[in-house]
């Protein structure tokens, strides 16, 4: 029975990747210490194969036993987390990898990174691939973010290089799906809240800035496909079907049959302009890419959102 360590696993990312691998015969250890994750997203868990650890990975880790593979998620994510708690995600960028990678290191553990597209910053290469090594502010707002992540990738290719540990990096490109929060800050929750709630929709900037949205579960599967792989280097995972913010905002009043309108705010500073994963090395290397519809996926996360919000069907 394979035994994972899943860092940030009450996350939205991480809880779904505690469910898919326990599904699949893991027993999973569940770290997270809720600066942003949520007992709810786990609590539906039964499983005798799930062990939750409560702990903040910027300290020492200790883990008993053996484990075969671990999933480096805890972050935050959101603009509005990593603009509220610079510090904090700037320290588990790096302290927190460090001590992952050390029992990585110990227990000759497979070791996946969860970094971001942000490592692109606001892209001067569209669509962007792996090879683009990115345009970052490192000293603007988002930089925390940004630099926690490039910082992460570079010390988990060291302990690659010099410890010979397996590595991989995911760069999650913008995903979606049931378990995020509905004051997540980004497009989609801020969109779904507001239609729901019978509130405008704000859009940042004129609403041309565009992004690719992943479901959840597409993504998952690709980041599985990845751990399981013998690549080392950085793959995106995303979805590579580009929208501008205008049209998603479009789309989920349509999805909400809402007659609510459109009220444009200021671009945040360093917001990036376009986002849009080159995916040519998953296909590739993965034989993956995403296959859930974005009414399909939509649907799911506005249900998922009426549960949250105690909205029923008039």
Not at 28 to 46: A, P
Not at 193 to 210: F, H, R, S, V
Not at 253 to 279: A, F, G, S
Not at 281 to 308: I, N, R, S
Request: glycine share 8%; net charge neutral; with cysteine.
């Amino acid at each position: 029975m394979p035994r994972t360590l899943i860092t940030g696993g009450a996350g939205f990312l991480g809880s779904h990747l505690c469910d898919y691998l326990l599904e699949r015969g893991h027993e999973v250890l569940c770290m997270d210490n809720f600066i942003t994750g949520s007992r709810g997203n786990i609590e539906h868990i039964k499983s005798d194969r799930f062990q939750l650890i409560e702990h903040n990975v910027t300290q020492y880790i200790q883990v008993d036993g053996p484990l075969d593979y671990i999933l480096h998620f805890a972050s935050p994510a959101s603009p509005i987390d990593y603009l509220e708690f610079p510090i904090q995600t700037l320290k588990v960028g790096s302290l927190g990898t460090h001590n992952a990678l050390g029992l990585a290191k110990e227990k000759r553990a497979k070791f996946l990174l969860a970094s971001t597209s942000e490592v692109y910053g606001d892209p001067l290469v569209h669509p962007q691939e792996e090879a683009y090594w990115g345009n970052v502010n490192p000293v603007g707002p988002r930089g925390v973010y940004d630099e926690a992540k490039r910082f992460a990738e570079a010390i988990t290719m060291a302990y690659h290089r010099v410890h010979s540990i397996d590595v991989k990096i995911v760069r999650i490109f913008n995903t979606y799906g049931p378990r995020m929060r509905t004051n997540d800050g980004r497009a989609i929750p801020n969109f779904l809240k507001q239609a729901l709630t019978g509130k405008d929709l704000t859009a940042y900037g004129d609403g041309t800035q565009t992004r690719s949205f992943c479901y959840v579960s597409d993504l998952v599967e690709g980041i599985s496909r990845l751990l399981m792989s013998n690549l080392n280097e950085p793959v995106n995972i995303g979805n590579p079907i580009e929208m501008t913010i205008q049209q998603m905002a479009e789309k989920i009043l349509q999805l909400c049959e809402t007659q609510n309108k459109i009220i444009y705010t200021p671009l945040p500073e360093d917001d990036p302009k376009v986002r849009q994963p080159n995916i040519s090395k998953a296909k590739k290397h993965l034989k993956w890419e995403p296959h859930v519809k974005l009414d399909d996926g939509l649907k799911a996360t506005m249900e998922y959102f009426k549960e949250q919000l105690n909205i029923s069907d008039r």
